[in-house]
C-alpha cells in the first residue's frame, strides 16, 4: 500500500516556465510534509516543508501547497532553472506516529534551456 | 566534515557473501535512520534509531538484515548471504531529535550489487 505517491514520474519544463510536481497521500494521521531534491549519486536534500496548519509555504523560488481535504500538495518552483533538473521525492509524517517519513517515488524534473 | 558520510560508497558482492555498510551521522544529531532505494522506486524506510532507545525495525525486509547503532553514533547495516534482489542504493539520514518532524540530512549512499 503506497501511502505516499507522485504518478508523474518525469515532468520536462522551458527554463523560465512554471514547474509544478504534484504528491498524494492515503493517511489523514500525517501532519507533516517535506520535499527533497536528489541529484544523480547523492543523497536528498531539503528543500521545503508544511505543517498541516498551513495551506502554503513559500521560500524563494518555492512554494508548496497543501490540500488537506483532498489529501494533496504540490511544489511549485517559478521560474524554473537548468539547476533544478533532478529528482524530486515528496515525504509525509505524523508528529503524532512513530517518527517515520513515508516517502513517494520520485518525480525526474528536467528543466530544458 | 560537517555531513553523513557513509562508506563504501560502491560495494559489488556475490551472492550468498555478507555485506557491512557503514554510516557516520552528524555529530550530536540522536535520531539516525537506515532507507533503501530500488530503481525505480522511492525511499523504503529499514530501520530507525533514537538515542538509547529499541530501534524501530519494522521496516527491515528479512532477518537477513540487521543494524546496530553504537555508543549512539556510528551505524552499521548488515546483510547476510545476500540476495540479487538486495541490489539497491542504501541511504543513511540523520536529524537531531524526533517528535517535531525535524528535517533529515542524507549521505551519499552506497550503491549494492549483488551478482
Known amino acids: 500500500d503506497q501511502q505516499v505517491k507522485q504518478n508523474s514520474p518525469s515532468l520536462s519544463v522551458q527554463e523560465g516556465r512554471i514547474s509544478i510536481l504534484n504528491c498524494d497521500y492515503t493517511?489523514?494521521?500525517?501532519?507533516?510534509f517535506l520535499w527533497y531534491k536528489k541529484y544523480p549519486a547523492e543523497g536528498p536534500t531539503f528543500l521545503i516543508s508544511?505543517?498541516?496548519?498551513?495551506d502554503k509555504n513559500e521560500d524563494g523560488r518555492f512554494t508548496v501547497f497543501l490540500n488537506k481535504s483532498a489529501k494533496h500538495l504540490s511544489l511549485h518552483i517559478v521560474p524554473s532553472q537548468p539547476g533544478d533538473s533532478a529528482v524530486y521525492f515528496c515525504?509525509?509524517?505524523?508528529?503524532?506516529?512513530?517518527?517515520?517519513?513515508?516517502f513517494g517515488t520520485g518525480t525526474r524534473l528536467k528543466v530544458l534551456a | 566534515g560537517a555531513g553523513v558520510s557513509q562508506s563504501p560508497s560502491n560495494k559489488v558482492t556475490e551472492k550468498g557473501k555478507d555485506v557491512e555498510l557503514r554510516c557516520d551521522p552528524i555529530?550530536?544529531?540522536?535520531?539516525l535512520y537506515w532507507y533503501r532505494q530500488s530503481l525505480g522506486q522511492g525511499l523504503e524506510f529499514l530501520i530507525y534509531f533514537q538515542g538509547n532507545s529499541a530501534p524501530d525495525k519494522s521496516g527491515l525486509p528479512s532477518d537477513r538484515f540487521s543494524a546496530e547503532r553504537t555508543g549512539g553514533s556510528v551505524s552499521t547495516l548488515t546483510i547476510q548471504r545476500t540476495q540479487q534482489e538486495d541490489s539497491a542504493v542504501y541511504l543513511c539520514a540523520s536529524s537531531p531529535q524526533t517528535g517535531t518532524a525535524d528535517t533529515q540530512y542524507f549521505g551519499p549512499g552506497t550503491r549494492l550489487t549483488v551478482l
Open positions: 515525504a509525509a509524517y505524523s508528529t503524532s506516529g512513530t517518527y517515520k517519513y513515508i
Open positions: 555529530s550530536g544529531h540522536t535520531a
Open positions: 493517511n489523514s494521521m500525517f501532519d507533516y
Open positions: 508544511i505543517s498541516s496548519i498551513k
